[in-house]
Structure formats: C-alpha cells, structure tokens
C-alpha cells in the first residue's frame, strides 16, 4: 500500500511537470479534449483522428488477450461465447485488439481460476466479493491499478475522470489508486426510481377513494379493500418487506438501512423513529390490513395473489404492472393496477427518503487488468475505448445503422432492429448481441437508453411520479471500508441483521409487544450494532475527506 | 396348501391397500405438477395457486425451445457415457472392496482398511484440492473427470458389505473345499446372489452420475461434452433473464421470451429427469424374492 | 487369558513375531490384498490425497497464497464461530431436526417398505413402488415451492384443517409447525427412495422361514415381526449408525427454501447460518472451519454408536 502511494504521489508530481512543459511548447495543439490539457499525454489523446494527430485505433498489435467475465443469459441465448457477438467483433475492429474470451460455468469459477493460477489478462468480475475486498486483491498483485498507465494508455477514462469530478472522488481509492475500470451509470440515472408501491385501482374506484398519498391514506385504502373482501390486502415477497412505509417516518431498511442524516451514518433499525413505524405496522397486521402469511410469500406466490385478487396491493418495479394485469385478465374484469406515489406522514410533506442509488457502487462488477497481464497497455487501451465518445455510443447504442440510428439533432435512436426485431428476439437478447448495454460492465451507462424501450404509457408516467422529487440528501455514497474493518463489520452484521429480521417480524405479529421496545435496542447494543457505526462513519469520514 | 385368511389380515390387507392408494396418490402429485405446468399457458400459470390437477392451456413452447438446442442430443449421449462407464466402474470397485471387508478370515489389515475408508466419508480436502487433483491428474475437458473421482463411495461399500455378510458362509466354505479361490467366489458365487443389492448400487451411483452438473462444470470447457444436466442448467440461465426484465415492458418478442421462460423450467426437468425414472422399474425385476431358496440345505 | 499366556510364553519374539506375522498373514491372504489394492490406491490419489486442504480451517486462506503461505491463525474461526451469538440456536436446532427425522422418518421407512412388501398383488406393489420414488427426482426448489403454497393459510393444509375443524394459521410462520412440515415433506420427498434398500434386503430373507413358520401357525404379523423384520436387521443397524454420522449434516437448501425470519428461531440450522454469513464474503476458512467441526462430531457419533451396536447387538461397522 505505501509502496503505490508513494509511486503514485512520485508519478503525478512527475507528470505535472512534465505536462505543463509540453502545453507550454504546444500552444495552439488542436487535440480533441480541450479543457484536459494538463492531462493530456505526448500521443494524441482523443480517440478519433484529427488534425495533427495520428489515430491510435485500430492499434497495430499482435497481442492477443484473453477477457473473463461470467456469460450473461441474454449473449448465451444466442451465442456461445461473447467473441461471437457481433458487438465483440467489432470492438476489436475497431481498437485492433483480438480477445480471447473466457466464461465463467458455476459461480465456483472464479475461485477456482484463481486458485489453479490461470489468471487471464482482463478479468470482469464483483471484486468487492474477493476475499479481505478488492484492497487485498490489489495488494496480493492478482489485479494491477491503473495510476502507472492510465495517463499514456487510457486517455478516454482519464479525461472522463478529469470531467467528472465527483464520480471521480468516489471511485478513487482512499490512497489515490484508481484500479480497474468500474461501472458508472451516466448523468440523470441516479435519480431514476423503477419501483414503487402498486394498487389496485378499480377498487379503489369502488370505494370512491383516490390514490394514497400519506400513510393514513394508505391505513383507509387498505381498510377498504379488506371490507370488500380482500384477504391479503397489501403483500410482498419475502426479503425485501417494503419499507416504503418505513420511509415515510425517515426509515430506510433492509438493503438501504445504512443512510445519512446530517452529514452522520445511522443504521434504519435503531433509530428512534422505527419504533414509531413498528407501531403502525403492528396496527395493520393486526387489523388485516396486511398478508397474514407475508414472511412466506414468495416472488411466484405474490404474483399470484395480485392477479387473482387475493391481494391488491403491493411494491414492485413497475413492469410488474404488465404481469399483473396479463395474469388477471380472465379472471377479474375491469382489474385495473396502477403506480401510487410513495407515501409522506403529512400531505405536503416531501419524500426525502428516495429509491434511489449511486451512479457507482464499489459493489458493482468491475473490469481488471490482472497481474499475469504482460501487456497491461494493450489490455489499457482496449478496454479504454468504451470511454471515449465513439466508444459509449458503441456500449449503449451498438452498431450504426443496425441497431441504432443518430437523428437531425444527433440524438440516437433504436431502430426496430432491436425495438420489434424481425427474428423474435427479445430487446434484451439483441442488446446481447449488439452492445453492452444489457447489463453493468467497463463503461458509462447512458440514461437515454430505457426510455425508447418503454412500450406502456402507464411505465413512464409511473416512472416519472416516482422519480420527479427523489431527493440525494439522505443518500449514502459509496464508501469503502478496509481489510480489517470489513472482518469485523461482516462478522458483526451478520448477526444483527438476523435479529432484525426476525425482531421485525416479531413486533408485526405481536409476538413481542411494543413495550419491549427498549429490550430490543439493547440487544442491538449488545450486538455491537454501536461498533458497526462507528466503522461506517469512520468509513464516511474518510470519503468526504477524499 | 390353501391357507386361509383369518379376518384380521383381510382388514389389514385392506388398509394397507388404502393407504398405498392415498400415498401414490399423493407423491404422484410433484410429477403431475411438474407436467402439467410444462404445458401450462404461462400468465394463467402465473395467477394459479394451489392444486394444480390439470394443465392450464396446453402450450408446447417451452419443448420447442429446449429441443431446438443444439446440445440435447450431445448432452443424453455423454451422460449416458457417464453413468454406464461410471456405474460400471463404481460397482467393479465396490465389491472388490464389499467383499474384502465382508470375508470372517482373519484379515490383519481389515480394520485399517475400513477405517481409512470411514474416515473419508467425514473428512475431505474441499473444492479447491480436489479440482487441482483431477486438472493436475490431464483429466480436463475429459469425461473421465466425471468418471474416476467418485468410483468408490464408502457408504455403498458399507452397505454392500452388509449384503455380502448375509451370504451364509456354508456356501464358500464348500466352494474353498473344491478348491476355489476367492476371485472364483466372489465372480461365481456372492455376486450371482446379490443380484438385488447389485441393482440397488447401480441404481444409487446411476442416478448420482445422472444428477450430477457441477463437476461437468468446472472441468468441462467444451461444449460438446457437456452432459444433459448441465445444458439444462444452461437452458434454465439463459432463459431466467427474460422473466427478470423490470425497465422494459413488451414488445410481442418479450411477451413470448416471458412465457416461455416460466414454463421452460418444469419442461426442462421432465426433459431431464423422465429417462431415468425409467430405470428402476427395469431394475426391480431383480428385487424378486426366492433367491435364497434352499440356500441352507447347500 | 489367552492373551496373556502367549506374552508369558514368547515375551522376547514379540518384535521379529510382529513383522513374520504380516508376512504370513500377506501369504495367506494374498488374493484378497490384491483384490482391495486398486481401491486403496484409489482412496490414496483421490481422497487422501487432497485432504491437506483441511489446514485452511486453521489458516487465514487466501488464494494467491495458496494453502502452503496462508498464514496460520489457529482456533480463530472456531472462536468466531463459537462465540457468535446464534451459535447455541443453531446447533440446537440442528441437533433437533436430525433427531426428529431419526425418531419419524427412519422408522417410518421401514414400516413403509414392510408394508409394500406385504402388497400381495404383484402388479399393483410395482406400481406403488415406482410412483412413490418419483418425488426424490423433483427438484427440491420446486417441492418447496408446493410446500409453501400448500402452507398458507388460504392453502390447500389449511382447507383441509378448517374441513376437519380447525383453525387457518399459516403454518410456516409459526414456530411449533416448522418442524413438522420439514420432516413430513421430507417423508414425502424421500420415504418411496428409503424404501429401496430395505426391499432389496427383504429378497434376501430365506423364503424357507416363512413356509416353516406358516407350519407352525404363525399369522403374519407374527411373521412380519420375526422374519422380516429380523431378516433385514443388520441393514437397518447399519444404516442407523451410518445415519448417526450425518447428525450435524441438516442442509442448507431446504431450510433456506422454508423459513424466514419468523421461523429463524427454530428453522436456522448451521447450514443456513454460514451460508447467511457466507454471503456477506467468500469466507473459505471459516466454512472450512465450521465444516471440520461438523465432521468432528458426526465422527464421534458414528464412532460411539459403532461401539454402542458391538456390545448390544453383534453388528457394527468396525
């Protein structure tokens, strides 16, 4: 670790000088990036050709590398392997560079590659499951960071980097390392929200009750249902309890349970206001309101119950709806499911507590050039492309004039190739095949891409509601813990989220009264849930500071 | 001799009859709803809960699918490579051991040697060792892989050998008399009788060889090897994508890829699974009674 | 007595007598060494062979260093494991399911195949056999998924005890019935494949004995219980001590497919516990420590029961 730190610290002190002797001597450079002067290497930094510079793609090169990364079941549906795909093909037509691509068969493959020692050059992969994180695998030499070439052999990256400031901070490690080549989703993405609750809005129609809007709205449309006869009016697949209603008193749960307030770390479980979320959510189990058999519902289960009329409402993402409503066709007539906004305590009040993510996660794949690599520049350079203008287009939009036009005003536009493909392939299965856009990977995610594919009104007008006021303030960004902390949160977490879950569970049904409240918050103590938080804040602490 | 029935066994008989009945009928259910949801109409399969007692619609889509892929017909020979030859060798190796550990000679390494071979049914290097083992040993991308590791199970000795020991001795001891040895016992006299504890251990390492995906997984690269299991999991893969789509609503393409997905896991078992259930009833012919007629008097 | 005779009478040939009487003893038994030879060599390679990967339970592993420089940490994981909280819920409820499923379904496979046995009709006993082993070919995703529909208390088990009087309670979200649905879906997953070896065994009854005992004006259920039931003995004693040694083996996919939080309290065996924590990171030496532990008791159970058998009846492993 200190061994790079002080590298990095030697070669960006190196570079400056060195740049700014070159910008000094080329005024007037016509090289594509403007602003990134100071970044900007002795070759041509911009991708395509301009004047004065010589292309670097198609490199000239006979190096041959070899890409792992677990086959996706939209490219398998059609291909064997990734090099099958038109979109790899011409990837390395492009940059010049062949690749090999490996696959992953069981989720065991990994370790297993790893441990027989057949590391390939670039491997893409969920580096944060790595065992001790992906710190350790930088510092066992399995993966290389970038900071030596990313200035020579990744231009497109490192001016993106440049541009974009904040990402940057984030995806830079705590040392100044930047390692591998993450996902990012692009500009506007953070605030897309694709899941909200759902109601059954014929019924509410019956009862002449509008949408829910605050949780007593809620509280009188359940009640409602149940009175015509609904046996499980609100259900939910296990797992994933919707705490929807949590958020409405300033709780976030389960997969978002840690959360800022203030500029301070806290755990949704302890804080002082679950009690009174657990109180209400008792109150409805208790009347009926909720699916009597809700810790076992399963994803089939739900379905089945919100087509046939068992329940009629629920949280889901917002294709749902057409299941939903296919489901139920024969069965109900007039059924009719729509988006409902996300519930506030008083009318008025805002939904700060958003579904919302960050345009990066250290927990998302990341791609790697290895430390078997023996042309970590060649490897650079070609997974460097997605980063560049052309490049993007390339992942997000695929092969010009195939799946994708560029209209008057430069915007592209899916052409039906992808949107009603003549062969019957599915949307995600052309973009399989034709681009990267299918799924996380090295590159920037364009937010335009899900819009064009929206076939129902309902999904837009649903998608904007739930989108339109997400607020960033109580978000937690992506913060990284070290080797050692990681141990010890695990080990804690593992235990406190079992207590969680079934402590939930417990005050819903009434097997532990509310009055024991106070029991329950000890116990979390006694867990060392105060620990946990300090290693979280100690983590948050050390982002802001970045 | 006509025996005649006192009134106690005719109502027992009659029970027991009553109960076989219910019982047949009940585990004949997991099969049924397997099948009948292969052909089922996906969206009325999704709104269904409870009993399902006959298919809801009768749509082959999902067949079609798995039958269009290349591999089905690679993936039924190489696993019908795998369990005849690992059967074979499974039960060649598990009486030369359930005999050895079987025999009332004093043997001094007899205890050891079960011993050596109890110990291993509790204690095991993992995944890893294993798979560095069998890549280190050239058995990659080789059937053999599926093969070799895994011919003997310990359990299956045990049990074998329990079977052996209830050949009365009488039986080798006169064949020694004639001047036999034990390879001439073992091939002439225990296995001829042990025809229902042989089928038995076919059964169990046959199907086990059937069952069996993960190792083809990791130590197969080629694709034409893959055995049937394993292009099913693929097949299952590939198509759970479609019914995880949450951005994108239907064009008439995913609407179909949606529907096919549900249903192609209940035809991907049945597809998978139909062949060897054909096996036992093949097998329990063997489970005759009367082999031991007369096996005292010897 | 005899024993010490012999050391009165040759007290110094005891070295030279050991070594001649390996010798004599390969001699005697050559062929039977040669016979178990290729399957010695075979546990050697493939089973020995790799057991040095047992080391990582008390290592930190690693991958890159690989199972020579992992660092050793001693007892630390089973420290970790012992001391966590759940650690006496787990192992209690393991403990728990496996008795249960001794106490039920064990003899309930007997009975079974007793009773299949004593189907008179050829034709119909086939058919019940073969149907009644079908489900342990189901996946257990897809029984599972049955299990809970059937469980919920609009559900099929549901309609049948309001039928019968009772109230709808959904079953699988309470603690007392958690138990019961996991061994009795068991029994009807796997009671037909139970069967198999103790009707194989039954082929091995001397048909003689029951024509004697018919003689002797024994009715069948007298020739149930003392033919039979004796015939297949040793089986079942052999069974039931091999059985002893999956006690602490209670697996994690059907746990995790039927419970929930609700349930954690009876339902969270071991299994589920690791594979819970095993989700937060690819933690090798923990399972691998968890794993000997579990290997260590079965051990001692087996052992014990083995021992246990000897004495009481006269069949045992060893």
């Known amino acids: 670790m200190k061994t790079t730190l002080l590298k990095a610290a030697c070669f960006t002190i190196a ?47 006979d190096v041959k590398l070899t890409y792992w990364s677990e086959m996706n079941g939209n490219v398998s549906a059609k291909y064997t392997n990734a090099g099958e795909t038109p979109f790899a093909k011409e990837l390395s037509k492009r940059t010049g560079i062949q690749v ?32 001790g994180g992906t710190a350790k695998a930088l510092e066992e030499k399995v993966i290389i960071s970038l900071n030596d070439i990313m200035e020579k052999d990744a231009p497109n990256y490192t001016k993106w980097l440049k541009d974009h400031p904040d990402i940057a901070r984030q995806i830079r490690w705590d040392d100044g390392s930047y390692v591998g080549f993450p996902f990012v989703n692009g500009d506007g993405r953070q605030t897309f929200v694709g899941r909200g609750p759902l109601i059954r809005k014929d019924l509410l129609d019956k009862k002449g009750l509008g949408i829910p809007e605050t949780v007593d709205d809620w509280y009188n449309a359940l009640l409602a249902f149940k009175s015509l006869g609904v046996k499980a009016p609100f259900t939910k697949a296990k797992g994933y309890l919707a705490d929807f209603i949590a958020r409405a008193y300033g709780i976030q749960l389960d997969a978002d349970a840690w959360y800022i307030e203030d500029g301070k770390v806290v755990y949704g479980p302890v804080q002082p206001a679950y009690k009174d979320f657990l109180a209400t959510w008792h109150k409805w189990y208790d009347e009926g309101l909720i699916d009597p058999d809700i810790a076992t519902v399963d994803a089939n289960i739900e379905t089945a119950k919100m087509a046939d009329g068992s329940a009629a409402a629920t949280f889901n993402y917002v294709s749902r709806v057409y299941n939903y409503n296919k489901a139920a066709q024969e069965k109900i007539q007039g059924y009719n499911i729509v988006a409902a906004p996300f519930p506030v305590l008083k009318k008025g009040d805002a939904y700060e507590y958003s579904y919302i993510s960050n345009l990066y996660s250290s927990s998302e794949v990341l791609t790697v050039i290895t430390g078997n690599c023996k042309h970590p520049e060649i490897a650079a350079r070609f997974l460097d492309y997605l980063w560049g203008e052309e490049g993007n287009i390339l992942a997000n939009w695929g092969i010009p004039d195939v799946t994708y036009t560029t209209g008057a005003n430069k915007e592209p536009k899916y052409t039906d190739f992808l949107l009603k493909n003549p062969d019957g392939w599915t949307m995600s299965q052309v973009r399989g095949g034709y681009m990267r856009s299918y799924s996380s990977g090295p590159y920037v995610q364009d937010k335009r891409i899900d819009i064009q594919t929206y076939v129902m009104p309902e999904q837009v007008t649903a998608v904007d509601m739930w989108s339109k006021n997400a607020s960033m303030k109580h978000l937690m960004p ?69 | 001799m006509k025996i005649r029935k006192s009134i106690w066994e005719i109502i027992f008989d009659t029970f027991n009859c009553f109960i076989m009945i219910i019982w ?16 089922s109409d996906a969206d009325r399969l999704s709104g269904h809960r409870g009993l399902l007692l006959y298919p809801l619609g009768f749509k082959l889509d999902a067949y079609w699918l798995v039958f269009k892929n290349p591999l089905i017909l690679s993936g039924y020979v190489n696993t019908v490579i795998v369990v005849l030859g690992g059967t074979a060798l499974n039960l060649f190796m598990s009486c030369l051991a359930a005999y050895f550990l079987s025999r009332n000679d004093i043997i001094l390494w007899k205890k050891a040697v079960m011993v050596m071979m109890v110990i291993t049914m509790f204690f095991g290097g993992g995944m890893i060792p294993n798979y560095l083992l069998v890549t280190g040993l050239g058995m990659r991308d080789n059937l053999l892989a599926l093969i070799i590791p895994g011919a003997v199970s310990t359990y299956n000795v045990i049990i074998m050998r329990t079977s052996f020991m209830g050949i009365p001795a009488s039986l080798e001891e006169s064949a020694f008399l004639d001047g036999a040895n034990h390879f001439s016992i073992l091939f002439k006299i225990i296995i001829p009788l042990s025809k229902s504890i042989l089928a038995v251990m076919a059964l169990w390492y046959g199907v086990e060889h059937w069952n069996s995906w993960f190792s083809a997984a990791i130590y197969l690269n080629k694709r034409s090897l893959y055995p049937i299991q394993l292009v099913m999991r693929e097949i299952l893969i590939q198509n759970a994508q479609s019914d995880q789509v949450y951005t994108m609503a239907s064009s008439a393409n995913e609407d179909q890829a949606a529907q096919v997905a549900k249903t192609i896991k209940y035809a991907a078992i049945i597809i998978a699974t139909v062949p060897i259930l054909c096996v036992y009833p093949y097998l329990q012919k063997h489970f005759v009674k009367g082999v031991m007629i007369g096996a005292l008097k010897g | 007595m005899t024993r ?60 890159r260093a690989g199972y020579w420089a992992s660092p050793w940490v001693g007892f630390k994981h089973f420290k970790l494991f012992f001391e966590s909280y759940y650690f006496g819920r787990v192992l209690r409820n393991t403990l728990l399911i496996s008795v249960y499923s001794l106490i039920f379904s064990f003899p309930a496979t007997i009975v079974f195949a007793l009773l299949l046995n004593e189907i008179r009709n050829r034709i119909f006993k086939r058919f019940v056999q073969t149907i009644t082993y079908i489900p342990h070919f189901i996946s257990i995703i897809i029984i599972c998924g049955i299990i809970v529909d059937f469980c919920m208390s609009d559900g099929l088990i549901n309609d049948i005890i309001s039928f019968l009087g ?3 309670t959904p079953l699988l979200q309470e603690m007392k019935y958690f138990r019961s649905v996991y061994i009795i879906s068991g029994m009807w997953q796997g009671l037909g494949w139970g069967t198999i070896i103790y009707l194989s065994a039954i082929t091995n009854i ?57 349930t954690y309290e009876v339902a969270d065996v071991i299994s589920s516990y690791v594979y819970r924590r095993g989700l937060q990171q ?32 006269d069949i045992s492993l060893w």
Not at chain 1, 115 to 122: E, F, K, M, R
Not at chain 2, 24 to 39: E, K, R
Not at chain 3, 9 to 32: M, T
Request: glycine letters at 4%; proline letters at 4%; charged letters at 15%.
């Open chain 3, 206 to 262: 001397d048909q003689e004995l029951y024509q004697a005992a018919i003689i002797d004006g024994a009715n069948r259920f007298r020739q149930i219980w003392h033919i039979t039931l004796t015939g297949i003995r040793p089986t079942i004693i052999i069974l039931l001590i091999l059985r002893m040694g999956s006690v602490l083996n209670v697996g994690f996919e059907k746990v995790i497919l039927l419970y929930n939080p609700a």
């Open chain 3, 282 to 313: 690819l933690n090798w030496s923990y399972g691998a420590a968890v794993g000997l532990f579990n290997s260590v008791v079965n051990l001692i159970l087996v052992v014990t029961s083995n021992r246990v058998s000897k004495k009481v009846s």
């Open chain 3, 166 to 168: 009772g109230a709808r």
């Open chain 2, 24 to 39: 047949t009928l009940i585990t004949a259910y997991p099969l049924l709803y397997v099948l009948f949801s292969s052909v």
């Open chain 1, 15 to 61: 570079m400056l000088v060195f740049v700014t002797t070159l910008t000094a001597c080329q005024a007037g450079s016509t090289t594509g990036s403007t602003t990134s002067s100071a970044a900007s290497s002795g070759t041509s930094a911009a991708v395509t050709t301009t004047a004065g510079n010589a292309p670097v793609y198609p490199m000239k090169t």
């Open chain 3, 4 to 63: 010490s005779l012999q050391t009165d009478i040759l007290p110094i040939k005891s070295a030279p007598g050991f070594f001649s009487r390996i010798a004599r003893d390969f001699k005697k038994n050559r062929l039977l060494y040669l016979m178990i030879f290729p399957v010695i060599v075979y546990y050697i390679i493939f089973n020995y062979g790799p057991m040095y990967g047992l080391q990582i339970a008390f290592k930190d592993f690693n991958l």
């Open chain 1, 478 to 546: 992506p913060i990284a813990r070290t080797a050692q902390e990681n141990t010890e949160y695990a080990t804690i977490m593992s235990e406190v989220e079992t207590y969680y879950k079934e402590c939930l569970l417990k005050f819903m049904i009434g097997t532990m009264k509310l009055d024991e409240y106070d029991a329950y918050k000890a116990q979390m103590k006694n867990l060392k849930i105060d620990r946990a938080i300090e290693i979280q804040q100690a983590a948050y602490n050390r982002y802001i500071s970045k």
């Open chain 1, 100 to 131: 090999e691509y490996i696959h992953s068969t069981a989720k065991e493959s990994f370790s297993l590659m790893l441990a027989s020692n057949q590391l390939p050059d670039i491997v893409e992969y969920w580096w944060s499951s790595y065992p």
